[in-house]
């Protein structure tokens, strides 16, 4: 009988004893369960200490350099390029806008004082060349006076003698060489005039200097003066 009492209570003991193993058994599966309810990357930022600010910028910092290089590669839109009479007709066009408005009493006005100016202008340059013009005129090789004309200072030519068969009278040929004035281009052009040879001294192929002379003949004009060279 005592035996039997020991195996009746050692059978609770062995109980006792299994029950914590199942214990240890059943605790990771509690864990694992802990584990899977748990998501590996927290699901709040603060509980992982990052800061909300950092979270944006780390976010928002590649869509900022992909702006960046969209904003680059764009290209920039200019304005329309304006030739130089543009560029003038819009200068003239902003300056008229500033002024004030004006009666068209006022506008015709102005446009004759602005026509009496440029004529005023234009006279005096006009005035300039033709003193100009006579100044050279008056250069040391024509200045041969003549009883005809006075004090005036006549005409002074040099010439070929290209006739000497009319009686006291030589042809000559004048040939002149100037500028055009709008081409700029070289115009070479020759005449023809009758001189008074009173002692019939130029031959054909004489260069001859003749001065102008009150009208002699129908087609007289000029007058011998001297023979520079004499024909070979």
């Given at each position: 009988m005592a035996d039997d009492d020991k195996t009746t209570e050692d059978a609770p003991v062995e109980e006792t004893a299994d029950t914590p193993v199942e214990e240890v058994v059943t605790q990771p599966t509690s864990s694992a369960s802990a584990d899977e309810a748990t998501p590996d990357?927290?699901?709040?930022?603060?509980?992982?200490?990052?800061?909300?600010?950092?979270?944006?910028?780390?976010?928002?910092?590649?869509?900022?350099?992909?702006?960046?290089?969209?904003?680059?590669?764009?290209?920039?839109?200019s304005g329309p390029t304006l030739t130089r009479k543009e560029q003038r007709t819009a200068a003239r066009h902003a300056e008229a806008?500033?002024?004030?408005?004006?009666?068209?009493?006022?506008?015709?006005?102005?446009?004759?004082?602005?026509?009496?100016?440029?004529?005023?202008?234009?006279?005096?340059?006009?005035?300039?060349?033709?003193?100009?013009?006579?100044g050279a005129e008056r250069g040391p090789a024509k200045t041969a006076s003549s009883a005809e004309h006075g004090p005036g200072r006549p005409k002074v030519r040099q010439g070929l003698v290209v006739s000497d068969k009319a009686d006291k009278t030589i042809t000559v040929r004048?040939?002149?060489?100037?500028?055009?004035?709008?081409?700029?281009?070289?115009?070479?052009?020759?005449?023809?005039?009758?001189?008074?040879?009173?002692?019939?001294?130029?031959?054909?192929?004489?260069?001859?200097?003749?001065?102008?002379?009150?009208?002699?003949?129908?087609?007289?004009?000029?007058?011998?003066?001297?023979?520079?060279?004499?024909?070979?």
């Amino acid at each position: 009988m005592a035996d039997d009492d020991k195996t009746t209570e050692d059978a609770p003991v062995e109980e006792t004893a299994d029950t914590p193993v199942e214990e240890v058994v059943t605790q990771p599966t509690s864990s694992a369960s802990a584990d899977e309810a748990t998501p590996d990357a927290p699901e709040n930022a603060a509980d992982a200490g990052v800061d909300g600010d950092e979270i944006s910028e780390a976010e928002g910092g590649t869509g900022g350099a992909a702006s960046d290089e969209q904003a680059v590669a764009e290209p920039v839109e200019s304005g329309p390029t304006l030739t130089r009479k543009e560029q003038r007709t819009a200068a003239r066009h902003a300056e008229a806008s500033k002024r004030a408005s004006r009666t068209p009493e006022e506008r015709n006005t102005e446009r004759l004082a602005e026509r009496a100016r440029k004529a005023a202008a234009r006279r005096r340059r006009r005035s300039k060349v033709k003193e100009a013009r006579a100044g050279a005129e008056r250069g040391p090789a024509k200045t041969a006076s003549s009883a005809e004309h006075g004090p005036g200072r006549p005409k002074v030519r040099q010439g070929l003698v290209v006739s000497d068969k009319a009686d006291k009278t030589i042809t000559v040929r004048v040939d002149s060489a100037r500028r055009h004035r709008r081409y700029e281009k070289i115009v070479r052009s020759s005449s023809t005039l009758h001189a008074h040879d009173e002692a019939n001294d130029a031959n054909e192929g004489d260069l001859v200097t003749i001065v102008e002379s009150r009208p002699l003949s129908r087609t007289k004009r000029w007058r011998l003066v001297e023979v520079l060279e004499r024909a070979k």
